[in-house]
């Protein structure tokens, strides 16, 4: 997780005697708050070998019974199952009166969003070798575990040594109807408004690794003018947008090479079925070149 500071970085979090006893015995300890989110708070702590950790608490009592049943059941099997270079690794699940604890990779560098806040846009070159990270994590995803992560953004790459980290599996579903082998549609729009694809904008059912795909495009898009593409408060303005021919070339911030604009509208084809893979943008032109 990441090195942001939360807005309460002097908040503490008080550990039942139980609990204590269990992180003890692990040699994890639990220090300040670094953020807050829908699902619970990420805490900075350390292990037996006072090593930097971070810690996401969930408390399920505080949220309810469809995201218990539904999506944390996935969230905690791909947190388990996704083992990856370019992935936060996950050291330890506990879970212990009503909270479960997962104890993750801590990543100094912050997010994508935050570094494009504080730098701007990045130079090509850049840009090019932290995507192409990225996209080798969401390629493995979806070729090898078939697993769909539904909610790519900037927010949810992280930076540790000049390296990125996907994280953040709330969303993620094994995606793949294995007796036909093929995709399985979705039918929950879930994810980040700026990145819908728009079939998610239309709330028509989805192949969710095309929408994957859409999303890494909009992260492209993001790192290289610091700007989404798309307009994104009123849905049926966005699908215009995103519908009408040539309109993302007004919202280049400067002129880019005609490989990376090749590439990077090959994310926004609107028919899935011909939009760029995740297997073929690793082997576009830009990408080989490292964005030179």
């Not at 090195?3 to 008080?14: C, L």
């Not at 639990?30 to 292990?47: C, H, P, S, W």
Request: hydrophobic share 35%; proline share 5%.
């Amino acid at each position: 997780m990441s090195e942001t500071e939360s807005k309460q970085p002097d908040k503490f979090i008080k550990l039942d005697p139980k609990t204590e006893a269990v992180f003890n015995k692990k040699g994890y300890r639990i220090d300040k708050m670094l953020n807050e989110g829908a699902f619970g708070q990420v805490y900075r702590g350390t292990n037996k070998n006072d090593e930097p950790v971070a810690i996401k608490v969930m408390d399920l009592n505080a949220v309810g019974d469809k995201y218990k049943q539904k999506f944390l059941p996935r969230e905690l099997s791909a947190l388990i199952g996704i083992k990856h270079e370019f992935v936060v690794y996950i050291f330890d699940i506990i879970k212990s009166n009503q909270k479960i604890y997962i104890f993750m990779e801590f990543c100094s560098g912050g997010d994508l969003s935050g570094y494009l806040t504080k730098h701007g846009a990045m130079p090509e070159p850049l840009a090019c070798y932290w995507y192409t990270q990225t996209a080798k994590a969401v390629h493995f995803m979806h070729d090898e575990l078939r697993i769909a992560h539904r909610d790519i953004k900037i927010d949810n790459v992280l930076l540790h040594n000049n390296r990125v980290k996907l994280t953040d599996f709330g969303f993620a579903k094994e995606s793949w109807d294995r007796a036909r082998n093929r995709p399985l549609a979705s039918e929950t729009f879930c994810g980040t408004e700026p990145y819908y694809s728009p079939q998610i904008v239309n709330r028509k059912p989805y192949n969710p690794f095309c929408a994957d795909v859409w999303a890494m495009g909009v992260t492209l898009f993001c790192m290289l003018n610091n700007r989404f593409p798309f307009h994104f408060d009123d849905p049926k303005e966005m699908y215009r947008e995103q519908t009408k021919v040539d309109f993302l070339k007004t919202r280049y911030v400067k002129y880019f090479p005609r490989d990376l604009r090749q590439l990077q509208e090959a994310h926004f084809i609107v028919d899935e079925t011909a939009r760029i893979t995740m297997a073929e943008v690793l082997e576009h032109r830009w990408i080989e070149r490292k964005g030179k």
